[in-house]
């Protein structure tokens, strides 16, 4: 059952919560799994959807109508541009983006294509952001799998300076299995339209990310925040400390319901360690 059905998650204005993982490699650049083996193994971690980003191709992009028919799981079709000084995820059906152009470029194409730009894995060493932008794209990768000490607020200091009004996502960048982190590890929750059938919904997930209505959690069953409408839906959360850029409050209770406020807000254990993330 996906983690969304299990979890019991209210549904709003016709949209429901669904849970994925952003950011994934096959055969067809350097991870080890087919894409079928790769939108099987999504699957069987509870998640709804999952986005195939090989690094500098869309070779992958003919297989994804049919394997997410026969798998049972929404596929969005990715790339990601790679370059020495930084990578991004273009979601959608656009066609190969070059990445020997300027970023400004990728992001026109991504625009007109009617797809989404999202900025990858900002601080990672040798992959860290490093391109200047005329405008910089309002998507991000902030919780990406090798933040592994969750008390490091670097990636939230930058996401502060990027662009007041940030949509966060993550990115488990899945490999191979030797990695030991399946897809959904952080897990990305998108409010997005639902399309029934799974070959076609790759669209809602993307409009879902494009107008803000994400969060992120560190696996499908990990402590979840969400921004539902005018409230927050804290799940799993007792004990943790619900932290916004003006106030604090602890959790008390396995489902919590409050008043939203404005911004991003975050859960964090008493050692400030980030457990979860809403936009």
Same mark, same amino acid.
């Given at each position: 059952m996906?983690?969304?059905?299990?979890?019991?998650? /209210?549904?709003?204005?016709?949209?429901?919560w669904?849970?994925?993982?952003?950011?994934?490699h096959?055969?067809?650049?350097?991870?080890?799994?087919t894409?079928?083996?790769?939108?099987?193994?999504?699957?069987?971690?509870?998640?709804?959807?999952?986005?195939?980003?090989?690094?500098?191709?869309?070779?992958?992009?003919?297989?994804?109508?049919?394997?997410?028919?026969?798998?049972? @799981?929404?596929?969005?079709?990715?790339?990601?541009?790679?370059?020495?000084?930084?990578?991004?995820?273009?979601?959608?059906?656009?066609?190969?983006?070059?990445?020997?152009?300027?970023? =400004?470029a990728?992001?026109?194409?991504?625009?007109? &294509?009617?797809?989404?730009?999202?900025?990858?894995?900002p601080?990672?060493?040798?992959?860290? $952001?490093?391109?200047?932008?005329?405008?910089? /794209?309002?998507?991000?990768? @902030?919780?990406?799998?090798? $933040?592994?000490?969750?008390t490091?607020?670097?990636?939230?200091?930058?996401?502060?300076?990027?662009?007041?009004?940030?949509?966060?996502?993550?990115?488990?960048?899945?490999?191979?299995?030797?990695?030991?982190? /399946?897809?959904g590890?952080?897990?990305?929750?998108?409010?997005?339209?639902d399309?029934?059938?799974?070959a076609?919904?790759g669209?809602?997930?993307?409009?879902?990310?494009?107008?803000?209505? +994400?969060?992120?959690? *560190?696996?499908? *069953?990990?402590?979840?925040?969400?921004?539902?409408?005018?409230?927050?839906?804290?799940?799993g959360? =007792?004990?943790?400390v619900?932290?916004?850029?003006e106030?604090?409050?602890?959790?008390?209770?396995d489902?919590?319901?409050?008043?939203?406020?404005? &911004?991003?807000?975050?859960?964090?254990?008493?050692?400030?360690?980030?457990?979860?993330?809403c +936009?």
């Amino acid at each position: 059952m996906p983690a969304s059905a299990r979890r019991d998650l /209210p549904e709003l204005d016709g949209l429901r919560w669904r849970a994925g993982e952003l950011h994934a490699h096959t055969v067809h650049s350097d991870g080890s799994l087919t894409v079928t083996e790769l939108a099987l193994l999504a699957r069987s971690e509870g998640l709804d959807f999952l986005a195939v980003t090989d690094h500098n191709t869309v070779s992958h992009h003919a297989e994804l109508p049919a394997v997410a028919s026969a798998a049972g @799981i929404t596929l969005i079709p990715g790339q990601e541009v790679t370059t020495d000084l930084g990578h991004a995820n273009a979601f959608g059906d656009l066609g190969w983006i070059d990445f020997r152009e300027h970023p =400004d470029a990728w992001a026109r194409a991504v625009r007109d &294509g009617g797809g989404l730009l999202s900025v990858n894995h900002p601080l990672a060493a040798d992959c860290a $952001w490093r391109h200047p932008f005329t405008e910089r /794209p309002r998507t991000a990768e @902030i919780w990406h799998s090798g $933040w592994w000490d969750r008390t490091w607020g670097a990636p939230l200091s930058w996401a502060q300076a990027w662009r007041d009004d940030l949509v966060f996502v993550g990115g488990g960048d899945y490999h191979r299995p030797e990695e030991n982190h /399946p897809p959904g590890s952080p897990c990305t929750w998108v409010l997005a339209a639902d399309h029934g059938d799974p070959a076609g919904g790759g669209s809602a997930i993307v409009e879902g990310v494009r107008a803000g209505r +994400t969060a992120v959690s *560190s696996g499908p *069953s990990g402590p979840l925040l969400l921004r539902h409408g005018d409230e927050f839906l804290v799940l799993g959360g =007792d004990g943790l400390v619900l932290w916004g850029s003006e106030h604090r409050s602890v959790i008390r209770g396995d489902r919590v319901t409050l008043p939203a406020r404005r &911004g991003p807000h975050r859960l964090e254990t008493t050692r400030n360690e980030v457990m979860a993330l809403c +936009t």
